[in-house]
């Protein structure tokens, strides 16, 4: 029993997971996932607002005890270990993911006072209640602070941190005022782990800082001055509210306090790393090196790239962030993604599947279908588009339909969409200088849709590799788990070390067949044709006003939004 | 048993219906349907192109038989009866529907040498295999002869009668060849009842030869030098198989063959009237009169109005025809229409809703819908666009779909873009001073869905009413039944005389609903900006190449067309 073990754990948007792995290796010895237990599927929804998507801080904590005490049972089963072998604890969670807390760092929605309020709880990431008001944070900074935006595309978002705040201001104004800080759940779940009860001396993460909050090395977070423009009480949020640094995961935020040691059954005073965002260290967990594009494919997809620090590199439009050190020390991190890819197809087989609710037969279906013939194509912005529009209040596309169009034709022209704006993102990234040779996929369509990777390969045109690990996000909150225990526990000094034995590659790639480029490529220009049309305002002829118009008429007759 | 009755013959898309009725007043006293039997639902089709469609002229035949000695055996059981008292046949059929035909008026399927041949069938009005002969057609006569175009609305459509001869020379010139005639179905069956087996004397109808094959009384059918532009041979079609002069319903064809009244159970002379488009007779049958559009609803649409013909009446882009004396002598009958629309809803159901396939339990979700609250919109073009825009290389749109978008909700969009379609329609008729006070519906949809008569009242603001007869194509031809058995019979002397005794109008009204205006409004603006932009070429910034591509495309991919 002389092996050092670390832990990574990770918050997905449904479900926490533990995984024990061995830092000589890589090897996972244990895993285990628990979900969270409040609303469908852990998201608390709204009846009338499609937009609202809140969480309840206490799933996380509950569904974190039960799967790594899960974890460590299956560990002991599997063989020679013992908890207190394990030596660091790295910890990643969704974001832009915030949530007010009081003066001792817990959330308001444990307050009796705001017992059930929607807006207490944490506002998760695919939340676009805030859409007004990322517009007119992005206006504002457009005009006072281009700065803060050349960092992260161009153009704020209603996924995040700011955006959230301020429409709780204007819609929750007690809760608003309730709030001691606003803070990340990447940072909320290593504070609570380490018994931190004071927010000011969190050690907040670069990770969401930089690429959701608009947090430079060069100017901190936003000026407050500039953010009491948009409302006073949101400068008092910058000034008393939030944090000064950012730190990246590399950093140990805390030893395990007495109190988690014993509910999760490890030793107290473990180190626990600084948190990070679950798809930046899951481009950890994959390997991300210059060149390699890991993608996340999940309900959404990110797709994270590095670039070392020490070499120029532009801000790249339409990005959601490029933030240094915010995924290998040393290296910029970059995050692209989309808003909706599993989601896309979970929601055409959950709907319009009603027989069946299964991918597998359609996607054998779909898969005798050629490029082309079906004389589809679909736009992929059920949930807006994060990249390289920036912009949530886009809606779906499908055109081509004929009496004959069957379900199989239209699931395959949902993937098509879907690799068409993965398409999209690693062109622009091509245009400003950072090539991508490859692309690394993680998650579970990856796993488990071959015909997804075969979409995915011809239309990009790039090899489709595939993480050895099929949780690279805990691998990569493992990772830093054995960076913060350092070598003389059986760590490592650095990221890349780390890496280097952790992490690797399933032998299957799936090539672009040549065969289907000619086609692809006329039908990937008519998806441009389209996007430009819908997607941007200064196309001429532009019918970007359609999509907007139908969410505001909507949205009116619902009587929701502001 | 002094009574007399007339027999009304309606050939649709997938069945034969005799309709036995009391001239004195409309009375329905028997009705059977007797469905093709040869392909899906008496459709031929290919199995890789989608666009053909053709039918079995034997077909016709056969359901004939079977429905009119079903009617009569009916209408014995109903009471006082015998089959001699029928005193006139009326007969309508679907238009364009043209086949080849031997020198005794056989259709060339018949013979053994092209049996099974696709070409050699008759070619459905819904076959779309013709549509780049149709752009050669409007471009020639753009430049030659405009004054073809400027009674069928400025374009010739792939579904009508040059277009499919002139495709057909191509793809099948040993079928073309070998034909003495060309003949459009409702010519056929007329002919075949009454045992004229010489096609260079059959009662060819104005309806279907103005409506489909640019015949006017001031120029015959097209000039044999401009069709020979073409191809020579589309000349010799002109010169030698096809006809110089066309009639009106209320003409005799001849009486009764004794060899069809065997078979049918009738007595041999019996007058048979000239025949007409299913759609025109359903017009008269509902009682149309200036200021009633008359809907007939069913898989496609045709929106029938007339206007007297002692006044003006602009040439009105977008239409299928405005042919004189087409539907009541006397009149212009005009004649637009959606190219699907129960085909969409039912293409919905089947693919997309695999587990129920029924229509209830949609439209019960859709009707506690409201206007604008799903935020989708779709164009009704799955089958291309008939009026106004008459481009068959049209397809379907959908837009605003999110992850929370619902079956229901789709079913409510598509019913709501075939009403923004019905509103293009109306508003075209009106801005050439043809006014539309009020919609008479006709057809299975209207009386089985009150959710689309709702959401056409509220969409197009003019009150749905319902006509009398539930077949009211078979009632129109009945009418011309007793016109042209005279008064002397039990008939009339004319079509309005008949009008007034045999039609009627349901009580039920669907007033629009005030409160839906503002909505339908805004969306129906937005319709039709999506209708410019990928429909017509000349706005700005089109997207009008889309559709078109992708169908190109898909072609090219299935190895289909030309």
Known sequence: MSNAYVLGLDFGTNSARALIVDPADGREIATAVANYPSGQAGILLHPKDPNLARQNPADWLKAMTRCTRAAITAAKKAGEFAPEQIVGIGIDATASTPLPVDAEGRPLSEHEKFAGDLNAMAWLWKDHTAHAEAQEITEAARRHHPEYLAKCGGTYSSEWFWSKALHCLRVAPQVFEAAAAWVEQSDFLPATLTGNTKPATWKRNICAAGHKAMYHADWSLPDAAFLATLDPRLGDVRRHKTYQSAFPSSERAGGLSAHWAKKLDLQAGTPVAVGAIDAHLGAVGAGIKCGSLVKILGTSSCDMMIHPNTQPLADIPGLCGIVDGSIVPGYFGMEAGQSAVGDIFNWFVNHFDKGQRA????????????????????????????????????????VGQTLHTSRAEVYR???EGSAFGARVIIERFEEYGVPVAEVINCGGIAEKSPLVMQIYADIT?????????????????AIFGAVVAGPEAGGYETVTEAQAKMTGLKAKVDQPNPEARETYDALFALYRQLHDAFGTADSHGSLANVMKDLLALRDKVRGIGR
């Not at 597998?360 to 529009?389: F, I």
């Not at 045109?461 to 909150?477: D, E, F, H, I, N």
Request: net charge positive; aromatic share 2%; glycine share 10%.
């Open 461 to 477: 045109g790039r090899p489709m590799r595939l993480s050895r690990s099929a949780q690279t996000c805990a691998l990569g909150a």
């Open 359 to 398: 991918h597998e037969p359609l996607a054998a279906e779909a898969a005798k279908l050629k490029p082309g013939q079906s004389g589809l194509l679909a736009l992929d912005w059920n949930n807006g588009n994060r990249c390289v529009l920036v912009d949530p209040r886009l809606s779906g596309l499908l």
């Open 413 to 415: 022209a949902l993937i």
